[in-house]
């Protein structure tokens, strides 16, 4: 029994001999960071030795303090990854500013603000579909891709349709209206987010707006946006509410009584007062009395110059 | 009329993702640095620089240009260098006589000077003047502070959080054991700062630990602090706030005692007496007319005090 502890003591004191030690002693225990590789060591420096024997102090202050951070990091998990020995790391506890500001959240568009509120979802496309004249998969959109018309050299005449139109240069017209239009809402979506004046009149996305586009700015200048600002009703909403409306609607249908518009009513009696009264003052009061903010008030599409208060926008 | 506002599309599919790799992101990049050269800049400091910018590389941009600037006066032109390539640590290198080899170190957020810090160059030892081999590119250090200056003084702790952003290199997950290669150490006494580089080698101990041993790898620096100018305590403490999603879910309920072991605590609803299963006995058995009856589970034939009816009777009791 004793010849076997002095054999174990013996080759411990030779391993002792042939090794130098990993362990060290701190009076007062160093703090690690392992996300960070981080060691902070509180202990105090001994001035003398630093000013005496500068660069042996240092280099034993650091190897003592790597020592320790890598028996730290030896008593972590290991696993294999991409034929390397690593050891996952804990995150990092030592708090570093970021460098930019926290990302904000992308404000919706007003295509996704109504999709949420009539609850549409987005659907995933397959993006290979199936072409049936050439039997074969092709992308749907993009190079290559499927009922690509854009270099057909013919174009059948629509039915009942004028022949002498350049349908080619009609087709082409169509794609850059499409593009235009696009360009519009992307801006007017940004405008939005950025809560500055969203644009409606005045601004077309080309440099030679088309007639449509014109039309459109046109309409929305005569209805001082009215349009622009519906508020979307979900699908599924008030079921009283709804049917209240419609009670309301048969009510007047079936009353004998013709229904009765107080403001209307005011409005044609103050015309006829004026009418007969003086007739210089007569288009400054109708200014006046311009009724209720986009009440009452019929789109006015097409050509010509309209009502002139809505050149103001 | 003029377009209102002309949010311009990146025309390129390049420049849409250098477009997009800058924006805010909740999992950062690593920061970049730049090293700008000022108009006065000595040798001593520019070898330091070039020096540093070895180090920090592949994150380090090396600008050589002379440039007219003080930061601490005007940081507005080193502003404008961080925005233009996205880098959001910078060291600026001067030299006169008030302040001779003087080193500028700071830290931006949103392009903005957040920390800076003012060093002297007492002594300068170059990367090369040193002999043997270099570590390699991007080499992830362990980083060193010693010293009691470093926990206890406040803006020494915010030099130290310096230190740690400007060196500590990209963020990683997970570390290979034999990649751990090069040890930086930063010892603080009496307003000056001595930063030394090493490489580590790793030499056999008899157990499964290696031993340590380290071998100078340049370059050596013993650097006196002079101004600073850190951000208010406000600033900085929203430059620290971390997106919720990167933060741990809290745990509740569960709590970690001091000797390790995990203890958690768990609600139940109030046990029902009636379904007990007690001990079978043969007089207890329900004979067939109680078992129509009362139905075949409740067990005893009295009847069992249902939950509406304790409430009712607590709250009697509470009222009187």
Known sequence: ?313 | MGVLHRVKKPQTRKGKLYLENKEPKVQENAKTAIFVRGSTASEVVLKAMKDFCSLKKPHGVFFNRKNETRPFEDPLSLEFFSKKNDASLFMFGSHNKKRPHNLIIGRMYDYHVLDMLELGVESFQPLAEFEGPKIPVGTKPVLLFAGETFETEPDYQRLKNLFLDFFRGQEISRVRLQGLEHVIIFIAVEDMIYWRNYRILMKKSGTKIPRIELVEMGPRMNLSVRRTKLASEDMFKLAKKQPSVLKPKKKKNVKQTALGSTVGRIHMKRQDFGKLQTRKIKSLKKTKPEQTKFGKNSKSLAPVSNYAKDAKFSRILHAR
């Open chain 1, 1 to 313: 029994m004793a010849e076997i502890v002095e054999k174990v003591l013996a080759r411990a004191s030779e391993t002792a001999e042939k090794f130098k030690p990993v362990t060290v002693s701190k009076d007062i225990d160093v703090e690690f960071d392992l996300g960070n590789l981080l060691v902070s060591d509180p202990n105090p420096i001994n001035t003398k030795l630093l000013r005496t024997e500068q660069e042996d102090y240092i280099k034993a202050l650091a190897r003592d303090n790597t020592q320790l951070i890598i028996n730290k990091i030896w008593e972590l998990p290991t696993e294999r990854f991409e034929d390397a020995l690593v050891v996952k790391l804990p995150p990092p506890t030592t708090i570093v500013p970021r460098e930019k500001p926290l990302p904000k959240a992308k404000p919706p568009t007003r295509w996704e603000q109504y999709a949420k509120k009539k609850g549409i979802q987005k659907r995933k496309k397959e993006k290979l579909v199936w072409d049936e004249t050439v039997q074969d998969w092709k992308p749907r959109w993009g190079f290559k891709r499927v009922n690509n018309d854009k270099n057909d050299w013919l174009i059948e005449v629509p039915e009942n349709s004028d022949p002498n139109i350049d349908y080619f240069g009609k087709k082409k017209e169509e794609k850059k209206e499409r593009i235009a239009k696009n360009e519009f809402q992307r801006l007017r979506n940004i405008a939005r987010a950025q809560k500055t004046k969203v644009p409606g009149v005045g601004i077309t996305p080309s440099e030679t707006p088309s007639k449509q586009q014109v039309n459109r700015n046109f309409f929305r200048c005569q209805t001082n946006g009215y349009f622009d600002s519906t508020q979307f009703e979900a699908n599924v909403g008030d079921f009283n509410k709804e049917k209240g409306k419609n009670l309301q609607i048969l009510k007047e249908l079936q009353s004998k009584k013709p229904k009765l518009d107080v403001d209307k009513a005011v409005k044609t009696l103050s015309h006829e007062e004026s009418q007969s009264g003086d007739k210089k003052k007569e288009p400054k009061r109708r200014s006046k009395s311009g009724g209720k903010k986009g009440a009452n008030r019929k789109p006015f599409v097409g050509k010509g110059k309209g009502n002139k208060k809505g050149k103001k926008r």
